[in-house]
């Protein structure tokens, strides 16, 4: 049959080696490190909350799959583990237990769920569920312990972000310094601690091409823009841009979180948008709002722009005319 | 025209098939709004039930007399009037309801439920059916209100008429009585009225 060379065969005729579980997986090895990092701070309290997170969004996956009569075999296609590890590393180490299975349900019935499963999803999952607690819990959201390595006794403390908004002036010890901020050696949620960590973690990302390096510059370069200028403009009132950009959520945010495949634009002109709503947002509430940390509700509140943003950076199709559509 | 449904099943389809809530989707300013305590969503409802049933036997009755040009706005007339009356009456006998419910009161004006009975039922149908109509779509609109502000209270307070229900274990979710958790419950709802919809539907046919 030498002469059947001739192949018809519809589209897509070029097929990526990628598959959703291989690109899960690899997120999941790359937040290892910061993993590793969260436990060596918190210890026990930050291993107990990781495997409640990551059983509890694994249990509610499997309990929707089973109901909406779905493959249970896609429950280990990895998106599950990864909401459960990402909500984890933006709770604080002292929430209690059952406040932690709250959020992990939440997490996949609200955030993912609700909207059909996988890849039908407006908003990070993991966002969702830290939303709910946060708005349903305030009080034990924002109650923040010492890491274990800095030695203090105390049974509160306060995040770098929430000393810069609550305390009077910033002479008054408020800024930690940053050498502190990158290694991690501050008081926060699980994972948003150790810049250093984290980074490692995003490099080997971009390395793979798993996340779009357009959305972390994008949020990182809009958020010294704008912290930038008010903190050239009064140095003694504004915190300087890099402490914005190594304290709280945002490296985990802007590398792990707002690069999300499914709540992020698709062409690169819509993703620069995106990113940069994000870091404008993000200084917006930090610096001018009553929470002292926006990372969170900054993605969220893009997230809901995301089919808005793809539906006007449509690429015109060749021969299509300029507002023709 | 139809056929004439039995007075029953006229007063029976506000219940669940024409529930003005779950399946009309009418109504969810105060639906959202004021379901946060079981007390609160519950007078919403008998105030509302009241100008409608009013306003649904004063339409049906002066039908003739209103020039279909200016029907919306004899209908708003004289539902504003009966609001006007219940505004006053909560204001007077139920001060501390009256203030929970602030706005929400005078806004039962321009709640889609009242007008849209008038303008879909009152206007075209005999008295008697007129009010058995009304009965059913206020008895529907204020289980719905019950059911969301049941859930509400029970999960954002631990509490039932500001009894305390849940032991001291639980923690209250604040979120359910914040504008958030209003959406968050009535879209669960409103996805099990259609479940169940749906459900029903099939086993039927």
Redesign the interface.
């Given at each position: 049959m030498k002469q059947n060379t001739f192949v018809l065969k519809s589209s897509p005729h070029f097929r990526d080696k990628d598959s959703v579980s291989k690109i899960m997986y690899t997120v999941v090895l790359s937040l290892i490190p910061a993993v590793i990092a969260s436990v060596y701070f918190f210890r026990l309290k930050a291993v107990l909350i990781y495997i409640t997170c990551v059983a509890t969004c694994l249990a509610t996956e499997a309990v929707f799959l089973k109901v909406r009569k779905k493959d249970l075999r896609s429950l280990w296609d990895g998106s599950a583990i990864i909401t459960g590890m990402l909500l984890a590393m933006t709770l604080p180490p002292s929430l209690s237990l059952d406040l932690v299975i709250i959020g992990s349900v939440m997490a996949i019935a609200l955030g993912k769920q609700v909207f059909g499963g996988l890849g039908y999803n407006v908003f990070n999952p993991a966002l969702v569920g830290r939303a709910f607690l946060q708005l349903a819990f305030p009080v034990a959201m924002t109650t923040w312990i010492p890491p274990v390595t800095l030695n203090v006794n105390t049974a509160t403390f306060a995040t770098p972000l929430g000393n810069l908004k609550f305390q009077s002036s910033l002479t008054q010890g408020a800024l930690i310094p940053l050498k502190d901020l990158f290694w991690g050696n501050v008081g926060g949620c699980l994972g948003e601690t150790s810049a250093a960590a984290l980074l490692l973690g995003a490099l080997f990302l971009l390395f793979r091409r798993v996340i779009d390096w357009r959305i972390p510059a994008g949020v990182i370069s809009s958020l010294i823009l704008f912290t930038g200028a008010f903190w050239l403009a009064q140095p003694d009132s504004y915190a300087s841009p890099l402490f914005h950009v190594l304290a709280g959520g945002l490296i985990i945010g802007a590398f792990f979180m707002a690069t999300d495949m499914v709540t992020s634009p698709i062409n690169p002109l819509g993703t620069w948008i995106y990113a940069l709503g994000i870091g404008v947002l993000v200084g917006l509430i930090r610096l001018f709002g009553g929470f002292p940390e926006g990372v969170m509700f900054s993605i969220l509140f893009m997230n809901t722009f995301v089919p808005l943003i793809n539906r006007y950076t449509r690429p015109r199709i060749l021969g299509e005319r300029r507002g023709a559509s | 025209m139809p056929p004439k449904k039995s007075l029953g099943a006229e007063y029976l389809k506000g219940l669940w098939d024409e529930n003005p809530v779950f399946r009309q989707l009418l109504g969810m300013c105060p639906t959202l709004a004021v379901t946060n305590a079981v007390i609160n969503g519950f007078a919403m409802g008998l105030a509302t039930a009241f100008v409608l049933i009013l306003s649904s036997l004063v339409v049906s009755s002066i039908k003739k007399l209103i020039p279909s040009q200016v029907r919306i706005a004899t209908y708003i007339v004289i539902i504003a009037s009966f609001v006007t009356i219940a505004d006053r009456f909560l204001a007077a006998f139920f001060p501390p309801i009256s203030k929970a419910l602030g706005p929400y009161v005078p806004l039962i004006v321009v709640n889609c439920i009242i007008l849209g009975r008038q303008e879909a039922f009152s206007s075209k149908n005999s008295i008697g059916r007129s009010l058995v109509d009304a009965l059913g779509m206020s008895t529907g609109f204020i289980l719905a209100l019950l059911v969301l502000s049941s859930i509400r209270e029970l999960l954002g307070a631990g509490t039932f008429l500001s009894y305390q229900v849940l032991g001291s274990w639980f923690?209250p979710?604040?979120?359910?009585i914040?504008p958030?958790g209003a959406f968050?419950t009535l879209?669960v709802l409103l996805?099990l009225a259609i479940l169940i919809e749906t459900k029903t539907k099939t086993r039927s046919s």
């Open positions: - | 923690k979710w604040i979120i359910m914040l958030a968050i879209g996805g």
